[in-house]
């Protein structure tokens, strides 16, 4: 019997693949299971237009985040934050509140947690900080740290 694998198994394949087990093995552990379904036409055409899909909304993804870089290369984020008696700002810049400034200066809503720089912003001045948005796609954002 043919079925089309759900999950990965590991003695017989990675998920997507069509495989020709023994009727037992396929019906009662791989389809009881969950790990697969019988590979009848249908079920291969509906697999195939799910791959289609999702390769489309990958496609759409990658174009928006490469859209989004490029806004990012131009833009400036400036971060008001008090200063000490010495010059010195108070804590550092924390990545939450530069996602939180990108959003409220320029209405680009990105995740803390793409921010990569492990150093913290403690210094007045302006700094280029690395996102990661995904797919690879990495952008710079130039920040400029004013204190009040």
């Keep these: 019997m043919k079925v089309l694998l759900i ?3 590991k003695s017989l394949g990675k998920a997507g693949e069509v ?7 396929g019906k009662n552990f791989l389809i009881g ?5 019988h590979a009848t ?6 697999h195939k237009a799910e791959q289609e899909r999702l390769k489309a909304e990958e496609a759409a993804e990658i174009a928006r985040l490469k859209e989004i870089a490029q806004k990012l290369d131009k833009l400036e984020v400036i ?16 990545k939450e509140e530069v996602a939180n400034a990108l959003k409220e ?11 990569t ?4 912003i403690k210094t007045i001045g302006e700094h280029d900080l690395d996102l990661k948005l995904g797919h690879g ?4 954002l130039h920040v400029d740290v004013q204190g009040e």
């Design 7 to 9: 999950k990965d198994v």
């Design 19 to 25: 495989k020709e087990v023994k009727d037992g093995y």
């Design 33 to 37: 299971k969950g790990f697969a379904k």
């Design 41 to 46: 036409p249908e079920i291969l055409a509906e």
């Design 79 to 94: 971060i008001t934050k008090k200063v000490g008696d010495n010059g010195h700002l108070f804590g550092a810049i924390t």
């Design 105 to 115: 200066q320029h209405d680009i809503t990105i995740d803390k947690k793409a921010i």
């Design 117 to 120: 720089d492990k150093t913290a």
């Design 137 to 140: 796609i990495h952008a710079k």
